[in-house]
């Protein structure tokens, strides 16, 4: 058993989950993976089993952040001392799982997020412009909320320590889970880092996220940060 580990939740993802196990074996050999299967009505779980990785299946939808959250708690529980997460449909490149958790090793870092918008990752990835305008809000409210400067809070693409682990498993944020654990983590003095990655488009399904749901969600979000702002802190054993 290794002390690493890559989980990947994943929900209705039979197009794409078997490449994406087996594109996280040959970039991290000696990472375990556990996929979390948010109650997929297709064959995304027994996908996933063949492969030959655990799969962890909840007997009803939790959402991202209940899968994630899952994930968490399963690594903390298991002894694990550093946690990549991954999307299951393609997109996050698992070639950069080593770079990701490179300021981890080191000690610089408690969680390293995987950025689209730093060094080579702008050209390779289209995202509309009024979503773009809202990602930057969302920025420039984190920077005011905790000081600190992340050019790509929506990203799920991000590797933790143990610490973190015990944090997430014990409070993960429920609705908007990427930006929020920015604040949740930095409210309780975490260390948190960007690394320049390349993300590729959905090779399988489609996004619903139309202009209109992007402006919706994007003021949602906007407003759990203010929220998150005043939530109590953690307190770690």
Known sequence: ????????????EEGAIADTIRQVRRAAPDFDIVVVDDASGDNTAQLAAAQGV????????????????????????NGYQIC??????GQHDAA?????????LTGAADMVIGSRFTGDGPASY??????RCGMLLIVFTLQMLTG?????????????????????????????P??????????NGLRISEVPVVMR????????ATPLVSVYYMLEVLLALVMARWRKKVNQG
């Not at 488009?201 to 996004?207: D, I, Q, Y």
Request: aromatic letters at 10%.
């Open 1 to 12: 058993m290794s002390n690493q580990i890559v989980v990947i939740p994943a929900h209705n």
């Open 54 to 77: 655990l799969v962890l299946r909840p007997v009803f939808n939790l959402g991202i952040a209940g899968a994630r959250r899952m994930g968490y708690a399963f690594a903390y529980d």
């Open 84 to 89: 990549v997460q991954l999307d299951a449909d």
């Open 96 to 104: 950069y799982i080593g770079r990701l958790c490179a300021p981890l």
């Open 126 to 131: 289209h995202i509309p412009r009024l979503r």
């Open 148 to 176: 600190r400067r992340v050019t790509d809070p929506t990203s799920g693409f991000r590797a933790v320590n143990r610490r973190v682990l015990e944090m997430c498993a014990a409070e993960y944020p429920f609705e908007y």
């Open 178 to 187: 990427e930006p929020e654990e920015i604040v949740l983590l930095a409210r």
């Open 201 to 208: 488009e959905r090779r399988t399904g489609h996004s619903f």
